[in-house]
């Protein structure tokens, strides 16, 4: 099975990296890829660039050049429920695009004709997740992720964007990742652990927290792909 992990940046992908072995390099697209086994797995590797537009490219190509079957990202978040602390991890249940506007034709946020405003992420993608979580003691939380072209450090901004999508964290790429996978029938799953509180404070959190987060979150995913490979 081929097997696409992907970040945003360099640092949500270095601790992939690091623990693969053999790793060969591709460029496409003004882009490197990595190839390299996994157990019975076959994993290519890319961080995309920051944004919607290059995380649908890098989506688009592993699936289009390398023929990747299943989609995990891995990445950070800002918190919007204040449950959600530094370091905590959060399953994506579903994504929306809060950047998303033609509320001038009448449609709701997060809307285009023959678009939806939500995309739910693979039920069973979420399952291996909620067993990991388990027997690792881990505490992983679900919820609505919003994604937006926009790095926010905002209150009134985190505000409405949790009043108008009930969202519980948000990024720049997981809804495009999403849009992509769906449109091409690819089970995706997107991990991001908390590195700041959206807030005021996010820039330096973001800074502060950006390593370690992107490392929680890498290792989650690995023991995903162990338990994706021995179900093979
Ligand atoms: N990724 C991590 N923190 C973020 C924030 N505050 N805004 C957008 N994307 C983020």
Not at 175 to 203: E, K
Request: a negative charge; hydrophobic letters at 50%.
């Amino acid at each position: 099975m081929v097997v696409g992990v992907m970040g945003a940046m360099p640092e949500e992908i270095e601790p992939i990296l690091a623990r693969l072995s053999d790793v060969r390099k591709h460029e496409i697209a003004d882009n490197i890829y990595y190839t390299a086994l996994y157990g019975s797995l076959d994993l290519v590797v890319a961080y995309s660039k920051i944004g919607k537009v290059f995380s649908s490219l890098t989506a688009s190509t592993m699936i289009e050049k390398f023929g990747v079957q299943k989609m995990l990202f891995s990445g950070v978040a800002g918190a919007i429920n204040p449950e959600l602390k530094i370091g905590d991890l959060i399953a994506a249940t579903k994504l929306c695009q809060h950047d998303l506007d033609i509320t001038a034709f009448g449609h709701p946020y997060g809307y285009v004709p023959e678009g939806k405003v939500f995309v739910e992420a693979n039920p069973k993608l979420l399952e291996i997740a909620a067993q990991v979580a388990y027997k690792q003691g881990i505490v992983l939380k679900r919820g609505v992720v919003a994604t937006g072209d926009q790095f926010v450090a905002d209150e009134a901004r985190k505000e409405w964007i949790a009043q108008t999508f009930g969202a519980d964290a948000l990024e720049m790429e997981g809804a495009a990742v999403a849009v992509v996978c769906d449109a091409l029938g690819i089970p995706f799953f997107i991990l991001r652990a908390i590195s700041d509180a959206a807030d005021m404070d996010a820039g330096f959190d973001f800074d502060a927290f950006l390593h370690s987060s992107s490392a929680k979150s890498a290792d989650f995913i690995f023991a995903m792909l162990d338990e994706i490979d021995q179900a093979q």
